[in-house]
């Protein structure tokens, strides 16, 4: 596992790096990590609290844990947690669905689909998406009184999402 941590207002110390990667290995109790496999791992202090952003990238999916406390200790504890509690779940579930030897890739509306196990697709929705700008997109998205919308992008004809963040502004997501 190859963990990238970066600093942000606080001074990252060798023991703050030891003590992330000794929490880090942690997820190796639950599914065989690659040696190459990319973590990043952000700490910074804002407004007095610790706060820990850790991202993996493994096997085509993207676990991340966003943790703060008022120790930074207890942070990295706590993200940890929730990371391994995520990739506890991605092999939960792959495990549940092969168990008769094969993977099954379940599409919503199939009688496979329902699971009584946990959450299931209950409602689809479909719109017709029309090309317009980011001014556009939010106030569609405010009139209509969503988190979220998606649409196409008319500079880049591209797929686009546009959501409202917990502190109240907007956050735009693009496809690289």
Not at 4 to 23: F, M, N, S, V
Not at 38 to 53: C, D, I, N, P, T
Not at 118 to 135: H, T, Y
């Amino acid at each position: 596992m190859l963990i990238q941590t970066y600093g942000d207002h606080i001074p990252l110390t060798d023991a703050l790096r030891e003590y992330l990667e000794k929490k880090l290995s942690r997820l190796e109790r639950y599914v065989e990590i690659p040696a190459d496999t990319q973590v990043h791992a952000a700490l910074s202090v804002e407004r007095g609290m610790h706060k820990v952003e850790i991202t993996l990238t493994l096997f085509g999916y993207t676990f991340r844990a966003e943790e703060r406390s008022s120790d930074m200790y207890a942070s990295i504890d706590l993200a940890t947690d929730t990371l391994c509690g995520q990739v506890q779940k991605y092999k939960s579930r792959l495990h549940r669905h092969s168990r008769d030897g094969q993977r099954r890739d379940v599409q919503p509306g199939d009688p496979e689909a329902r699971n009584d196990d946990g959450p299931k697709v209950v409602r689809v929705k479909r719109f017709a998406v029309k090309p317009m700008a980011l001014e556009e997109a939010m106030l569609q998205m405010e009139l209509l009184g969503h988190d979220f919308f998606v649409f196409t992008n008319a500079e880049t004809d591209e797929m686009n999402v546009l959501y409202r963040r917990k502190d109240g502004n907007f956050g735009w997501i693009e496809p690289q």
